[in-house]
């Protein structure tokens, strides 16, 4: 099995900055997507960032667009998310996401961290 690790969450006052991390434990054999979510209690996990390899591609969720920005190594061992002038609506637990092959015997599957979380607040 693979763990991802996120971390880089804390409280951040409005027009703040963030950088988020997720580290895996191990590296993948193959990697499809690497991706960020986040979930306000009460709310369904709602999607902020992707990278797909097949392009490779980025895309945001509309809100995010121009403040956030995904990057990778080598879509391997880590994913991260920087985030500028956030605001409160940002507030929530952030969740990184690998979809891959973890050997090359295995099927294809999602890896979840465990979320860290981001308080926007003044």
């Known amino acids: 099995q693979v763990q991802l690790e996120e971390s880089g969450g804390g409280l951040v006052q409005p027009g703040g900055s963030l950088r988020l991390s997720c580290v895996t434990s191990?590296?993948?054999?193959?990697?499809?997507?690497m991706a960020w979510y986040r979930q306000v209690p009460g709310k369904q996990r709602e999607f902020v960032a992707i990278?797909?390899?097949?392009?490779?591609?980025?895309n945001y969720t509309e809100s995010v667009k121009g403040r956030s920005f995904i990057s990778g190594d080598n879509f391997k061992t880590a994913v991260e998310l920087q985030m500028n002038a956030l605001k409160p609506e940002d507030t929530g637990v952030y969740y990184c996401?690998?979809?891959?092959?973890?050997?090359?015997?295995?099927?294809?599957?999602?890896?979840w961290g465990k979320g860290t979380l981001v308080a926007v607040s003044s």
């Open positions: 191990r590296g993948f054999f193959s990697v499809a997507t």
């Open positions: 996401k690998v979809d891959g092959w973890i050997t090359e015997r295995a099927g294809r599957m999602d890896y």
């Open positions: 990278m797909d390899t097949l392009g490779p591609t980025i």
